[in-house]
Every structure is written in structure tokens, then in C-alpha cells.
Antibody, heavy 116, light 106 residues
Framework: EVQLIESGGGIVQPGGSLRLSCAAS????????MDWVRQAPGKGLVWVAR???????TYADSVKGRFTISRDNAENTLYLQMNNLRAEDTAVYFC??????????WGQGTLVRVSS | SFELTQPPSVSVSPGQTAIISCSGD??????ASWYQQRSGQSPLLIIY???KRPTGVPERFSGSTSGNTATLTISGTQAMDEADYYC?????????FGGGTKLTVL
């Protein structure tokens, strides 16, 4: 069974940093593209970042230069390092596995709240 | 970047057909995916590559595309289909979700 379990969310002050993790199991992690997607309270889904099999990464303009996606294939773990956080980064952050060009599997999400 | 536009809401009676559209120029060149998100749950992929259903997704869900518009059709809509629906497309540098459509089954 494919499982994605996010962790690392919490409350952080504006300008602060946080690192999210996504533990993957039930599939060969190194063979798949992975995404981070967020959802602000009561709002829609917004893509944040993608990392390919070879480690190439792409970002939404709103987080470029502040967030870094990475993967540890030996540990089957996806990361999102978030720096210089802003109030508008408050959201539930989901990790997702891309299959066939769609995000087939999703975690349960971890809540990040940026507040002073 | 690019944009995908969905209607904010669609209403349908039980047993009828619900149609949700997603428009954007990128859809002329790239595949669309569709997601269902019930209240308080993680999204669920229901359509990928414009028309394909992942294993386990009911046949009443179908996808199509024409020009710059992708369409999700739910035939014989059931009360359990009440949810938010999102389209998605991507290219080499970005992934975009539509704004989402709230489907109400009256």
C-alpha cells in the first residue's frame, strides 16, 4: 500500500523557517516525480514545487528563492525547506506522488501557520 | 506561468449529469487531470491524461477535451459526489491547478 506521511508543520513567526518532511512507503520512491501542494484555509489547491527523478526542481513563482524541495532516495523521504515565511504561506501542505502526469497519491497534509 | 479557469459552482440533481469545465490556452498542448476533494479530505485523482480513470474510480466519471477546454462529466450523479473538483495541467516549468468548482447535489 502506498503511503505518504507529512510532518514538520507548526506555528512560526514571519521571517522564520520550517522544514517539512514526507515519508514515503509502498513504492520505489526514487522512480517517481514528487510534488508539494498547499491549500490555505477555505481556499483551493496551489502547486508549490516539483522534483524529478534526477533531482531537477521547479517552483511556483510565489515561493521561488524562499523554498527548496529535495529528496533523499536512500531514506525514501521528500523535503520542503521553507525560509523567510510570510503570513500568506499559511496553509495545509500536501506531498503527492506523480504518476501518469497526475498526482495519484497524496498524504494527509501538515498545517503550517505563519503568525506573530 | 499559465491559468486554468473553472466555474466556482455547479449544481445538479441526484441521478442527473454534472458537467464541469476547465479552460486555458495551455490545454491545447498539455494533458489535463481532475481531482475530487471531499470536505476535510486529501484530493483524489479521478481523471488523468484528459480521459483516463485510475483504478477504482467509478465509470460515471469521464473526461474529455476540445480546443482549450477540458471537461469533467459525472453521469448519474450521486449524493456522495458532492465535493470540490479541481483541474490541473503542467508543462516543463510549472504545474497549475484551476480555482476549483464546488459541486452541490441538490
Amino acid at each position: 500500500e502506498v503511503q505518504l506521511i507529512e510532518s514538520g508543520g507548526g506555528i512560526v513567526q514571519p521571517g522564520g523557517s520550517l522544514r517539512l518532511s514526507c515519508a514515503a512507503s509502498g513504492f520505489t520512491f526514487s522512480n517517481y516525480w514528487m510534488d508539494w501542494v498547499r491549500q490555505a484555509p477555505g481556499k483551493g489547491l496551489v502547486w508549490v514545487a516539483r522534483i524529478l527523478i534526477d533531482g531537477t526542481s521547479t517552483y511556483a513563482d510565489s515561493v521561488k528563492g524562499r523554498f527548496t524541495i529535495s529528496r533523499d532516495n536512500a531514506e525514501n523521504t521528500l523535503y520542503l525547506q521553507m525560509n523567510n515565511l510570510r503570513a500568506e504561506d499559511t496553509a495545509v501542505y500536501f506531498c503527492a506522488r506523480d504518476v501518469f502526469g497526475g498526482d495519484l497519491n497524496w498524504g494527509q497534509g501538515t498545517l503550517v501557520r505563519v503568525s506573530s | 506561468s499559465f491559468e486554468l479557469t473553472q466555474p466556482p459552482s455547479v449544481s445538479v440533481s441526484p441521478g442527473q449529469t454534472a458537467i464541469i469545465s476547465c479552460s486555458g490556452d495551455k490545454l491545447r498542448d498539455e494533458f489535463a487531470s481532475w481531482y475530487q476533494q471531499r470536505s476535510g479530505q486529501s484530493p483524489l485523482l479521478i481523471i488523468y491524461q484528459n480521459t483516463k480513470r485510475p483504478t477504482g474510480v467509478p465509470e460515471r466519471f469521464s473526461g474529455s477535451t476540445s480546443g482549450n477546454t477540458a471537461t469533467l462529466t459525472i453521469s448519474g450523479t450521486q449524493a456522495m459526489d458532492e465535493a470540490d473538483y479541481y483541474c490541473q495541467a503542467w508543462d516543463r516549468s510549472t504545474v497549475v491547478f484551476g480555482g476549483g468548482t464546488k459541486l452541490t447535489v441538490l
